[in-house]
């Protein structure tokens, strides 16, 4: 800005008057133009008059204060706050009530530049939004001549007249409003927003206005307008419609349409009540809105995203009805706290870490469906469901990846069949209980568990210390056909008890395979009495404080989270538990009778035996349980130091030990086979030393026969000492051969010993290559080494990787292969003597070539000379365009173009009928183009618009291209010729040999 004294004549800035009319009275006072006046002020001459109160920064503010002798911040009054939301048409011009005009002289309001100040509460009229002279807007530019004319003038000049408008706009015709017309009440309500004195709160209200509008404008139909006027109705039809183009969202929204618009959104953006709010939404949204549809048809994505958090949420849950059922659950659209997922958003991430993969219990029996639904897929489902609300993914894979990836496809189908049950309160659950997860958490870290506890947490041993305990029979197996041992159900018990895991889920060790698996899970579940359930939950407690976790075994959500809500199941205090205890285990008849008998699911019924009591049996001398302490008392007393003492150093029969201790000899061999020990029943063998065997096996890598043939046994019994003594024994293969495991001398150069140790053939590929460096060309080698080129290419990229380094620069035309410095230091090192020694020793002869001699390699290097790059192409005889040279592709290029004569294409098209690969088919169609086979042009503007999708630009022109007559002549000339292998061949011609006609 340049430097400018205090101005001397100033003029008083009226309460509520825009800087644009302060500067313009300033101007008027000091007896020049405002352009003059603003241009001394060291700003643009031709910038807009909306630009005075809506971009000068703070600093020029001071200025302008310090040069009219203001106080300073007072003109903060004056202007627009930064950052007010003007929504998405600027507001570039100004709205005039003609009366206010006259009684303040010409001296303008600054909230008549607000896009939603429309009306004039105090002379009840419709605002003008343009001067009735020149039917212009008001005060665009900056006014000129402003000497010559009176302050509530329009100075727009006709630049076609050259001649100023002058109309005066105080005598402009009023547009009267009746006493309590809704749009002076929208009015009235806007001023109130404007005065509030939060100014976050402002900007929301207005913000959200402005995100509403082109939505509104198609939502909101005439027959809304009852009792406004005809002066509005005719306004908001000459309203812009399709505000898809660039010009109709460039219009200009009149008074009376801003009114309305005002008008409908108080609905929804007052603060009152939801439900009346969400009802006037849901009017609207009914007109266009069709089924799985989460935002409003006709509001545009970033425009949706604006809204406040409450308008959204409005909005949400008015179109709940009509929303997808993933779609509900993302957004609590059922809820008090809907509200639109937002990428980033961390709580859905975070919540899985508090979701066990199956449902709580208490919470399946409340949520499950009484028909059609399977107990496992329904709770695993459901509380994969549980990470939906707030996920901004749209994908339902990328949901179930985290907590159930074996269940990808079965989401929507549970949804599906919960509402067809007619219970849509279920979602309304699922969402408290994410929303209970995100406030409070859990005390369960289930992800935690997932990852730290035991895939088997119970031990055969501690089941069967914890029956003997609990005067109960652990069992052997819980089917005689399966033959699986009842102790690994109670891992899966216990494992699931802690975990919550889904037992289908394949990546678990314990995971049940088969449906006759699962319903003896079930059944195990069922026959565990009071005492086993306590003993089961004690141990699970002892696997938590072994890993420093200090959770409760057990949690569920509190049952409050579905009070007012319509389930389909009961809680599990409301089953009739006496009654149930009664059927199943004092009469023994199946959990299906009994969900039968008491009207309940079989899934209430299992659960609800969890909290039935249930005794043990009486067992019998005889019973199976006499025989496992039996066993009990072996393992007790056949320890392995005892064994280790009696049986194998003091070389007592397993007999003479079981009758000591008085039980029976087949059980004392069941505990000696189960601490690893041999059962002998003759003659023991003779031991094989464990010193020795360990260093013939380990040290000096000898193998298994050869240690057996110089002790004079079986290589098996070689092999089974190996693995009584613990000693690993190396891999069958070829990874156990003396070549694999050989290394070579520490004082050979470490490239010969890369290429030779840890593998096969290294030998043989040093000798090959020490050839092939003879040679000028890999080609000249091969035939030489009688083998094929791509198999030397393919054992000097295994050297140079063996090595790490480039051995040799590949042969070009004119030019031999040579050697790098390495390949060179490695040639010297194959030369020694003591080098060349250990290569004959480890290659047989079949396997050595000796060196070429002097003849064999002038007659390679000859050969490799005559090879010449290829010469230019020959014309065609009589065709005007150059030619090409005809690969594969292009051959098929060139059919389906005769086989389209005279038609126009484009590269999509050729690709689909071909199966040619799109890019490279470009590459060849320009080529042509710039030789002349082909013309080409660009898409037109109509048939560019009309392929465009809904509601998305066309996207990139085609290019349509079409074959030239000469373009045609030179196709069929290179088909024909290809087709009668007799043709002489007339492609190139050599450097020595000028081309000649046909």
Same mark, same amino acid.
């Not at 059922?325 to 509200?339: F, G, I, K, Y």
């Given at each position: 800005?340049?430097?400018?004294?205090?101005?001397?004549?100033?003029?008083?800035?009226?309460?509520?008057?825009?800087?644009?009319?302060?500067?313009?009275?300033?101007?008027?006072?000091?007896?020049?133009?405002?352009?003059?006046?603003?241009?001394?002020?060291?700003?643009?001459?031709?910038?807009?008059? @909306?630009?005075?109160?809506?971009?000068?920064?703070?600093?020029?503010?001071?200025?302008?204060?310090?040069?009219?002798?203001?106080?300073?911040?007072?003109?903060?009054?004056?202007?627009?706050?930064?950052?007010?939301?003007?929504?998405?048409?600027?507001?570039?011009?100004?709205?005039?009530?003609?009366?206010?005009?006259?009684?303040?002289?010409?001296?303008?309001?600054?909230?008549?530049?607000?896009?939603?100040?429309?009306?004039?509460?105090?002379?009840?009229?419709?605002?003008?939004?343009?001067?009735?002279?020149?039917?212009?807007?008001?005060?665009?530019?900056?006014?000129?001549?402003?000497?010559?004319?009176?302050?509530?003038?329009?100075?727009?000049?006709?630049?076609?007249?050259?001649? &100023?408008?002058?109309?005066?706009?105080?005598?402009?015709?009023?547009?009267?409003?009746?006493?309590?017309?809704?749009?002076?009440?929208?009015?009235?309500?806007?001023?109130?927003?404007?005065?509030?004195?939060?100014?976050?709160?402002?900007?929301?209200?207005?913000?959200?206005?402005?995100?509403?509008?082109?939505?509104?404008?198609?939502?909101?139909?005439?027959?809304?307008?009852?009792?406004?006027?005809?002066?509005?109705?005719?306004?908001?039809?000459?309203?812009?419609?399709?505000?898809?183009?660039?010009?109709?969202?460039?219009?200009?929204?009149?008074?009376?349409?801003?009114?309305?618009?005002?008008?409908?959104?108080?609905?929804?953006?007052?603060?009152?009540?939801?439900?009346?709010?969400?009802?006037?939404?849901?009017?609207?949204?009914?007109?266009?809105?069709?089924?799985?549809?989460?935002?409003?048809?006709?509001?545009?994505?970033?425009?949706?995203?604006?809204?406040?958090?409450?308008?959204?949420?409005?909005?949400?849950?008015?179109?709940?009805?009509?929303?997808?059922?993933?779609?509900?659950?993302?957004?609590?659209?059922?809820?008090?706290?809907?509200?639109?997922?937002?990428?980033?958003?961390?709580?859905?991430?975070?919540?899985?870490?508090?979701?066990?993969?199956?449902?709580?219990?208490?919470?399946?029996?409340?949520?499950?469906?009484?028909?059609?639904?399977?107990?496992?897929?329904?709770?695993?489902?459901?509380?994969?469901?549980?990470?939906?609300?707030?996920?901004?993914?749209?994908?339902?894979?990328?949901?179930?990846?985290?907590?159930?990836?074996?269940?990808?496809?079965?989401?929507?189908?549970?949804?599906?069949?919960?509402?067809?049950?007619?219970?849509?309160?279920?979602?309304?659950?699922?969402?408290?209980?994410?929303?209970?997860?995100?406030?409070?958490?859990?005390?369960?870290?289930?992800?935690?568990?997932?990852?730290?506890?035991?895939?088997?947490?119970? &031990?055969?041993?501690?089941?069967?210390?914890?029956?003997?305990?609990?005067?109960?029979?652990?069992?052997?197996?819980?089917?005689?056909?399966?033959?699986?041992?009842?102790?690994?159900?109670?891992?899966?018990?216990?494992?699931?008890?802690?975990?919550?895991?889904?037992?289908?889920?394949?990546?678990?060790?314990?995971?049940?395979?088969?449906?006759?698996?699962?319903?003896?899970?079930?059944?195990?579940?069922?026959?565990?009495?009071?005492?086993?359930?306590?003993?089961?939950?004690?141990?699970?407690?002892?696997?938590?404080?072994?890993?420093?976790?200090?959770?409760?075994?057990?949690?569920?959500?509190?049952?409050? $989270?579905?009070?007012?809500?319509?389930?389909?199941?009961?809680?599990?205090?409301?089953?009739?538990?006496?009654?149930?205890?009664?059927?199943?285990?004092?009469?023994?008849?199946?959990?299906?009778?009994?969900?039968?008998?008491?009207?309940?699911?079989?899934?209430?019924?299992?659960?609800?035996?969890?909290?039935?009591?249930?005794?043990?049996?009486?067992?019998?001398?005889?019973?199976?349980?006499?025989?496992?302490?039996?066993?009990?008392?072996?393992? &007790?007393?056949?320890?392995?130091?005892?064994?280790?003492?009696?049986?194998?150093?003091?070389?007592?029969?397993?007999?003479?030990?079981?009758?000591?201790?008085?039980?029976?000899?087949?059980?004392?061999?069941?505990?000696?086979?189960?601490?690893?020990?041999?059962?002998?029943?003759?003659?023991?063998?003779?031991?094989?030393?464990?010193?020795?065997?360990?260093?013939?096996?380990?040290?000096?890598?000898?193998?298994?026969?050869?240690?057996?043939?110089?002790?004079?046994?079986?290589?098996?019994?070689?092999?089974?000492?190996?693995?009584?003594?613990?000693?690993?024994?190396?891999?069958?293969?070829?990874?156990?051969?003396?070549?694999?495991?050989?290394?070579?001398?520490? @004082?050979?150069?470490?490239?010969?010993?890369?290429?030779?140790?840890?593998?096969?053939?290294?030998?043989?590929?040093?000798?090959?290559?020490?050839? &092939?460096?003879?040679?000028?060309?890999?080609?000249?080698?091969?035939?030489?080494?009688?083998?094929?080129?791509?198999?030397?290419?393919?054992?000097?990229?295994?050297?140079?990787?063996?090595?790490?380094?480039?051995?040799?620069?590949?042969?070009?035309?004119?030019?031999?292969?040579?050697?790098?410095?390495?390949?060179?230091?490695? $040639?010297?090192?194959?030369?020694?003597?003591?080098?060349?020694?250990?290569?004959?020793?480890?290659?047989?002869?079949?396997?050595?070539?000796?060196?070429?001699?002097?003849?064999?390699?002038?007659?390679?290097?000859?050969?490799?000379?005559?090879?010449?790059?290829?010469?230019?192409l020959r014309p065609y005889p009589g065709i005007t365009v150059p030619r090409i040279r005809v690969r594969r592709e292009t051959l098929v290029l060139l059919h389906d173009l005769l086989a389209h004569p005279g038609e126009e294409f484009y590269a999509a098209q050729v690709a689909a009928r071909t199966g040619l690969n799109q890019g490279s088919l470009s590459d060849r169609l320009r080529q042509l183009t710039q030789t002349g086979w082909l013309t080409s042009r660009l898409e037109d503007d109509t048939a560019w618009r009309n392929r465009a999708p809904a509601i998305r630009g066309p996207g990139k022109r085609r290019v349509y291209y079409t074959l030239t007559p000469e373009g045609r002549r030179a196709a069929t000339h290179e088909i024909e010729r290809r087709s009668n292998p007799n043709q002489p061949r007339t492609t190139a011609c050599t450097p020595h040999t000028a081309p000649q006609p046909a």
């Amino acid at each position: 800005m340049t430097q400018m004294r205090v101005l001397p004549l100033r003029v008083k800035i009226l309460e509520d008057e825009g800087l644009d009319s302060w500067l313009e009275a300033l101007a008027r006072r000091n007896g020049v133009s405002l352009s003059a006046f603003v241009s001394a002020l060291g700003l643009s001459r031709g910038m807009f008059t @909306r630009t005075l109160v809506t971009g000068l920064p703070p600093e020029t503010l001071r200025q302008i204060e310090t040069l009219t002798g203001l106080t300073a911040g007072c003109l903060d009054q004056a202007v627009i706050p930064p950052g007010f939301p003007f929504g998405p048409r600027l507001q570039s011009r100004c709205r005039f009530c003609p009366r206010c005009l006259a009684e303040r002289d010409g001296r303008w309001l600054l909230r008549w530049w607000l896009p939603f100040t429309f009306a004039c509460p105090r002379h009840q009229t419709l605002l003008h939004d343009q001067c009735p002279g020149c039917a212009l807007g008001i005060r665009m530019l900056l006014p000129g001549r402003t000497r010559a004319y009176p302050p509530t003038t329009c100075t727009r000049r006709d630049k076609q007249r050259d001649a &100023t408008c002058g109309t005066d706009l105080t005598d402009t015709a009023p547009l009267p409003l009746t006493a309590g017309h809704p749009l002076l009440a929208a009015q009235q309500w806007v001023d109130e927003v404007l005065k509030h004195s939060d100014p976050r709160k402002t900007h929301g209200v207005i913000a959200d206005l402005n995100s509403c509008t082109h939505w509104l404008l198609r939502a909101i139909e005439e027959g809304d307008l009852t009792g406004m006027g005809d002066h509005v109705i005719h306004a908001w039809g000459q309203r812009p419609t399709d505000v898809r183009t660039p010009a109709e969202r460039a219009r200009h929204l009149t008074a009376a349409v801003r009114g309305v618009i005002a008008h409908t959104a108080t609905a929804w953006l007052a603060d009152a009540d939801d439900t009346p709010a969400i009802q006037a939404i849901r009017v609207l949204r009914e007109r266009n809105d069709t089924t799985n549809k989460v935002i409003p048809w006709g509001m545009a994505a970033h425009r949706w995203h604006s809204l406040s958090e409450r308008t959204r949420g409005r909005f949400l849950r008015a179109g709940d009805p009509h929303m997808g059922a993933l779609d509900r659950l993302r957004a609590r659209s059922l809820t008090a706290r809907a509200a639109s997922p937002r990428p980033g958003d961390h709580l859905p991430t975070a919540r899985v870490r508090h979701i066990p993969q199956l449902l709580w219990p208490g919470w399946t029996v409340r949520l499950m469906p009484r028909h059609g639904m399977e107990e496992n897929p329904f709770r695993a489902i459901a509380a994969t469901l549980l990470l939906v609300p707030r996920e901004a993914a749209l994908s339902a894979r990328h949901i179930t990846d985290r907590l159930n990836p074996h269940l990808a496809n079965t989401m929507t189908t549970t949804l599906q069949l919960t509402l067809k049950n007619g219970h849509p309160d279920v979602l309304a659950a699922l969402c408290n209980l994410a929303d209970y997860l995100d406030d409070h958490g859990s005390p369960i870290d289930y992800a935690r568990r997932r990852t730290l506890v035991p895939a088997v947490p119970l &031990t055969e041993d501690a089941w069967r210390q914890l029956c003997f305990d609990t005067d109960t029979q652990p069992g052997e197996s819980a089917n005689a056909k399966t033959k699986t041992p009842r102790y690994v159900y109670a891992q899966r018990f216990v494992h699931q008890l802690l975990t919550g895991a889904d037992l289908t889920d394949p990546r678990y060790r314990l995971a049940l395979k088969t449906p006759a698996e699962r319903s003896r899970y079930h059944a195990f579940r069922t026959a565990l009495t009071t005492g086993q359930r306590e003993a089961l939950h004690r141990h699970a407690e002892q696997v938590l404080d072994a890993l420093g976790i200090a959770e409760p075994v057990i949690w569920e959500p509190p049952q409050h $989270l579905a009070d007012g809500l319509t389930l389909p199941g009961p809680r599990l205090t409301d089953i009739d538990l006496p009654a149930l205890q009664r059927i199943v285990i004092t009469e023994q008849r199946p959990p299906s009778e009994a969900a039968e008998e008491l009207g309940i699911t079989l899934a209430h019924a299992r659960f609800a035996l969890d909290h039935v009591l249930h005794e043990p049996r009486a067992w019998g001398r005889s019973s199976p349980l006499t025989a496992w302490k039996l066993r009990e008392r072996a393992r &007790t007393v056949l320890t392995p130091d005892y064994l280790q003492r009696e049986y194998i150093d003091g070389g007592r029969t397993l007999t003479d030990i079981a009758k000591d201790i008085a039980i029976p000899r087949h059980i004392a061999v069941e505990q000696a086979r189960a601490l690893g020990l041999t059962i002998y029943r003759s003659q023991r063998p003779h031991p094989i030393d464990k010193t020795w065997l360990r260093e013939q096996y380990l040290i000096r890598k000898r193998s298994t026969d050869s240690i057996a043939q110089e002790l004079g046994t079986e290589d098996e019994t070689v092999r089974r000492r190996l693995k009584q003594l613990g000693i690993p024994r190396r891999p069958a293969g070829v990874h156990s051969q003396q070549v694999m495991i050989l290394k070579l001398d520490r @004082r050979l150069p470490l490239d010969i010993r890369n290429a030779v140790e840890g593998g096969l053939h290294g030998w043989q590929r040093l000798h090959r290559f020490q050839i &092939t460096m003879a040679f000028p060309s890999l080609e000249t080698a091969a035939a030489y080494l009688n083998t094929h080129q791509g198999s030397l290419v393919n054992q000097f990229q295994r050297l140079e990787h063996d090595i790490g380094a480039l051995l040799f620069h590949r042969s070009a035309f004119g030019k031999p292969q040579r050697p790098t410095a390495r390949g060179k230091a490695i $040639l010297r090192h194959l030369d020694k003597a003591h080098v060349q020694a250990l290569m004959r020793t480890a290659l047989p002869n079949s396997k050595t070539t000796p060196m070429p001699d002097p003849t064999t390699l002038a007659q390679a290097l000859a050969a490799n000379s005559t090879r010449q790059p290829p010469g230019p192409l020959r014309p065609y005889p009589g065709i005007t365009v150059p030619r090409i040279r005809v690969r594969r592709e292009t051959l098929v290029l060139l059919h389906d173009l005769l086989a389209h004569p005279g038609e126009e294409f484009y590269a999509a098209q050729v690709a689909a009928r071909t199966g040619l690969n799109q890019g490279s088919l470009s590459d060849r169609l320009r080529q042509l183009t710039q030789t002349g086979w082909l013309t080409s042009r660009l898409e037109d503007d109509t048939a560019w618009r009309n392929r465009a999708p809904a509601i998305r630009g066309p996207g990139k022109r085609r290019v349509y291209y079409t074959l030239t007559p000469e373009g045609r002549r030179a196709a069929t000339h290179e088909i024909e010729r290809r087709s009668n292998p007799n043709q002489p061949r007339t492609t190139a011609c050599t450097p020595h040999t000028a081309p000649q006609p046909a």
